[in-house]
């Protein structure tokens, strides 16, 4: 094993290993608080990371070593996941700036320590990280570019504001993705083939019933969970408007298929994902663009208290990866667009069914 091969994976992971160990003494909650340690989770786990990663780092080729450190950081993210959806998380003083901090080095522990148990030296590491950082930066521009057309689009056409306002910016929020996916073919030199459009075969409308009844099943399974254990849900901002009228949430349905799901697909699996596959093999590279994917949808949910908001988004990864596996299957964006966007538009006519049945006040 070349020393480059072997030490820039293990050293990385040593540098998260020790800041996991440090969590532990920044405040979490009260529940994992145990004397003068703020988190005996986040000392056990960020120490058996830390150990991991070291042995590697100074000579143990066993790669076993590797497994014991992405085990420490992938308990450190559990646990730190585990301690927000906690009731005691709602309770004051609530949660800590050392849970977000923990679960953030868990996941990238448990990333490192995967490419040092594939042996990846320096170079393939950078690679990656490089495709990573750079399918971020496309999915906050198109959220960025979105939102700055929804803006215009409002200004233009409702200058004093109006409920119909919604389905305006909606719309023009997925023409801002759509010119973001244009702009990366455009800025990379690649030809309009890159995009994956076509009209879906039986095996894809299988897939669009699958994909569909899965991210119910997600749905189902993830609320009844937060139930269980009394997390709050946390509204998109949109039902809240809905109570005054709730036939803006009719305009929505067609817009499910027209706009927001062929414009998040296409930013979100046909470029994001995509531009993953050359770094990343298939499986790594849906995995990668599903944390994109959520990531960007955080401004949507960044109300109300923490167990919700976590809860929200672990739900909303699970939903992502299915249309990522779904785009990934059958190389057809037109799929997973679809399956969006009956998702959506399920979820729409459901509110509003329940809005004006006085079940949802």
């Not at 609530?94 to 990333?111: C, N, R, T």
């Amino acid at each position: 094993m070349s020393r480059d091969r072997g030490d820039f994976a293990p050293a990385l992971g040593f540098v998260l290993g020790g800041l996991g160990l440090g969590t532990g003494f920044l405040r979490w909650t009260n529940l994992v608080a145990v004397g003068p340690v703020e988190s005996l989770p986040g000392v056990l786990f960020g120490l058996l990371s830390l150990v991991g990663f070291a042995a590697r780092r100074y000579g143990a080729t066993d790669r076993r070593w590797s497994l014991l450190a992405g085990v420490g950081a992938g308990g450190l993210a559990t646990a730190a996941g585990a301690a927000t959806l906690h009731p005691s998380a709602m309770a004051d003083p609530g949660v800590g700036p050392g849970v977000p901090v923990a679960f953030v080095v868990g996941v990238l522990g448990v990333g490192i320590a995967y490419a040092d148990y594939l042996g990846q030296d320096r170079a393939q590491v950078l690679v990656r990280s490089h495709a990573t950082s750079t399918a971020l930066f496309i999915g906050l521009t198109g959220l960025l570019v979105g939102f700055a057309f929804s803006t215009v689009a409002v200004l233009a056409l409702f200058p004093g504001g109006s409920i119909a306002s919604n389905g305006v910016a909606t719309a023009a929020f997925s023409v801002g993705l759509g010119v973001v996916a244009v702009g990366y073919v455009i800025r990379t030199d690649r030809g309009w083939d890159f995009f994956d459009v076509a009209w879906p075969t039986r095996r894809d409308w299988l897939y669009v019933i699958g994909g569909t009844i899965a991210m119910f099943v997600i749905l189902g399974v993830s609320g009844w969970l937060a139930e269980l254990v009394g997390v709050p849900s946390v509204e998109h901002g949109l039902i809240e408007q809905a109570r005054e009228d709730p036939v803006i949430l009719l305009a929505f349905i067609p817009l499910s298929w027209l706009a927001i799901g062929p414009g998040e697909e296409l930013l979100s699996r046909n470029v994001v994902q995509k531009h993953l596959y050359d770094a990343f093999s298939r499986p790594s590279a849906v995995i990668v663009a599903t944390v994109v994917f959520t990531v960007i949808h955080l401004p949507a949910y960044a109300t109300g208290p923490p167990p919700a908001i976590f809860a929200t988004l672990l739900r909303l990864f699970g939903i992502s990866l299915v249309l990522g596996v779904v785009y990934e299957r059958t190389e057809n964006v037109v799929v997973p667009a679809l399956v969006h966007g009956t998702y959506d538009a399920i979820q729409f006519g459901l509110a509003y069914v329940a809005i004006t049945a006085g079940v949802l006040g």
